[in-house]
């Protein structure tokens, strides 16, 4: 039976799921320790909740219990007790999630989840392994057979998946990251996918399409460990909380629980930042304007977005400096092959304008 409920009606708490990767040294072990504190305190009320840890790290968790000693540790091997390879398949880590909720753990730390997708008996190796049984050795035959051992194996991650987005306990997930070729004469990512950001050089060693599934998704970066460099996913009400110039802590594992019971005003902060890039796409000096009249506790929200304000506002400003009265002197002379649309030239010419104003900008705002 399908029943619409009112939200009015809805008390259960929502759960938070964060993401976190990066190479050795980000701090992602430790970053995820003091969030899950923070949650754990935030969920029960009480100091020293307990926090569940998954190391695959070979007990390398261990090395913060005297730091933390509220951790509830579980070592989670590719072999059991007698030797046996059981590897790291998707089935292994719903039973860990179960475990987890059967012990009511308020908050549950993956570290790290890559061995989910590239581990022994992860899903990179089950598709190996049904590619070699689907073509019986034959090389010649992986190609046109490799999406039929996607077919097999994909649903079972996807499940996983599910059951990490279902959890009716929090999750920090945890996972390792790569650097990425990068095209030197073009000064960005070499090679482009579906979920890679040009200006963000590390990779997940997930699947691509984890990271969207999560509450937010961080990338750090070696240069700033424990800090969200690289904001992957962070919506608009969470963009005064993952400050990129201060590292993650307790303060923001308690935040995010309290987003999720909805005891927050980030709802507020959300029709703050609108606002605040609504007046920087009026330009430069209306954005100004609008900052100077800010009280200091908003300003200090915007400046989450000052870098994305100020690229608004030089494109504003530069599309004012054009001429608009005649439409193909904007767009240029289009033949009846061709979209109209501006010029490699013009294209090339206001992009670099609007990078010499925003550094015009930064600078006056004494931002590096």
């Not at 060693?205 to 992957?232: N, R, S, W, Y």
């Not at 307790?250 to 909805?262: H, N, P, Q, S």
Request: charged share 30%.
């Amino acid at each position: 039976m399908i029943r619409f409920v009112p939200v009015g009606q809805i008390t259960d708490p929502l759960t938070v799921t964060l993401g976190l990767s990066g190479a050795s040294g980000t701090g992602k072990t430790y970053s995820a320790l003091l969030m899950a504190r923070g949650m754990a305190e935030a969920v029960t009320g009480k100091a020293g909740a307990p926090i569940g840890y998954v190391d695959t790290e070979n007990r390398r968790a261990l090395h913060y219990k005297q730091a933390f000693p509220e951790m509830a540790h579980f070592d989670m091997r590719a072999v059991d007790d007698k030797g046996q390879m059981i590897g790291f398949g998707p089935e292994r880590w719903i039973e860990v999630i179960d475990a987890a909720e059967a012990a009511k753990l308020p908050v549950l730390v993956i570290d790290s989840f890559s061995h989910a997708w590239e581990g022994v008996g992860g899903v990179l190796d089950l598709h190996a392994q049904t590619l070699d049984r689907l073509t019986r050795g034959d090389d010649s035959k992986k190609d046109a057979r490799s999406q039929l051992a996607w077919a097999e194996v994909k649903p079972r991650y996807r499940r996983l998946v599910d059951r990490i987005v279902r959890a009716t306990t929090n999750i920090i997930i945890c996972t390792r990251a790569k650097p990425v070729m990068q095209d030197i004469k073009k000064g960005g990512n070499a090679r482009p996918t579906k979920t890679r950001r040009a200006d963000v050089p590390w990779d997940p060693a997930a699947d691509g399409d984890l990271m969207f599934e999560m509450t937010a998704m961080v990338i750090l970066d070696p240069k700033a460990p424990g800090c969200p460099v690289h904001q992957i996913k962070v919506a608009d009400q969470f963009k005064a909380m993952f400050d990129p110039r201060r590292p993650m802590g307790v303060d923001l594992g308690r935040k995010m629980v309290e987003w999720a019971r909805g005891e927050s005003d980030t709802a507020a902060q959300k029709i703050l930042l609108d606002r605040a890039r609504e007046e920087a796409r009026r330009g430069k000096d209306a954005f100004t304007a609008y900052w100077k009249g800010l009280p200091a506790a908003s300003r200090e929200v915007v400046r989450a977005i000052l870098a994305d304000c100020q690229e608004l506002a030089a494109r504003a400003d530069a599309q004012a400096r054009s001429d608009d009265s005649d439409p193909f002197a904007v767009f240029g002379a289009a033949t009846q092959d061709e979209d109209i649309g501006p010029s490699a030239e013009e294209r090339e010419r206001a992009e670099r304008e609007a990078i010499e104003q925003i550094a015009r900008d930064r600078q006056a705002a004494g931002v590096a």
